[in-house]
Every structure is written in structure tokens, then in C-alpha cells.
């Protein structure tokens, strides 16, 4: 499968953005999906994760009552809205697809671009 992410931006903090994820092929709904970010010099960090139903989802703890992870089966995309943004949500986020409901990165096997995420103060 291949991911396409879209819809960083510079924002300010306390703004809301949603972030898309186009899939291709014809098995989307079978793939869990995630939300992940990074910033230079550190390491990949887990932000959400839904299942291919859509029933089962989770978030990194910062992240939980600000963060929500909706997806649209029928069209083949997942999102990550972002709410009450922060200057520390700054990052390069990027989608993935998993068979396994994970926090792991190393547990993704399909990967997209990236976009980025800047949080003025």
C-alpha cells in the first residue's frame, strides 16, 4: 500500500489542524493505521493508532483529549486532528499501515512522506 500525508502547515499555538492519510489499493480497511512524529535528532514517537474497523483506537498519553484519529474507509484515508496545538507538537508527522494494533514504529511496514507541523508560540 501507499500512504500520501498531507496538510501540515505553520500554525499558531492553541490552533487546530487535521492532517490527511490517502491510501492506495483495495485492502485499506484491513490495515491498522498510525500517526507518527519526529523531530531532528530524536527518535520516532507514537501519536495514534486506529484499527481497520475504526472500533478500536489509542494515543500517546500527551496526546489524548487533544488529539483524534477518525478514518473513512470508503475513501481510503485516515486523519489526525489536532487540537489546542503547542509549540512541542513541532514535528515532521507521518502516517503508517500495520497488521499489528502497536505503539511500535518498528511495527509499521508501509510508510508515508512525512508533513510538517510547526507550532508558533
Known amino acids: 500500500v501507499q500512504l500520501q500525508a498531507s496538510g501540515g502547515g505553520l500554525v499558531q499555538a492553541g490552533d487546530s489542524l487535521r492532517l490527511s492519510c490517502a491510501a492506495s489499493?483495495?485492502?485499506?480497511?484491513?490495515?491498522?493505521m498510525g500517526w507518527f512524529r519526529q523531530v531532528p535528532g530524536r527518535e520516532r514517537e507514537f501519536v495514534a493508532t486506529?484499527?481497520?474497523?475504526?472500533?478500536?483506537?489509542n494515543y500517546q498519553e500527551s496526546m489524548k483529549g487533544r488529539f483524534t484519529i477518525p478514518r473513512d474507509n470508503a475513501k481510503n484515508e485516515v486523519y489526525l486532528q489536532m487540537n489546542s496545538l503547542k509549540p512541542e507538537d513541532t514535528a515532521v508527522y507521518y502516517c503508517?499501515?500495520?497488521?499489528?494494533?502497536?505503539?511500535?514504529?518498528?511495527?509499521?511496514?508501509?510508510w508515508g512522506q512525512g508533513t510538517q507541523v510547526t507550532v508558533s508560540s
Open positions: 489499493g483495495r485492502t485499506f480497511s484491513s490495515y491498522v
Open positions: 486506529i484499527s481497520g474497523g475504526g472500533a478500536g483506537v
Open positions: 503508517a499501515a500495520s497488521s499489528r494494533f502497536s505503539t511500535l514504529p518498528g511495527h509499521y511496514y508501509y
